[in-house]
């Protein structure tokens, strides 16, 4: 069996499973650091959040009657 037929490679001869493998080494992805800013109160992150936005407008209309 040919070992270079076993590991998939991109047109352009990028190794893909080395990529992989780098990125999951490298840290945070930048949507996983959008999401720990949206869950800290970062600026600009409200898509990141998991704030349900029905729960809390309930629990606001709830507080003014």
Partial sequence: MN???DIPFTSAGTNINEVKQKNAEA???YNEVK???AKSG???TAIYSDTDI???KQDIHKHQH
Avoid: C, I
Wanted: avoid cysteine; glycine fraction near 20%.
């Fill in 42 to 44: 970062g600026r600009g």
């Fill in 54 to 56: 029905e729960e809390v």
């Fill in 3 to 5: 070992r270079e037929k």
């Fill in 27 to 29: 840290g945070l992805s």
């Fill in 35 to 37: 999401a720990l800013l």
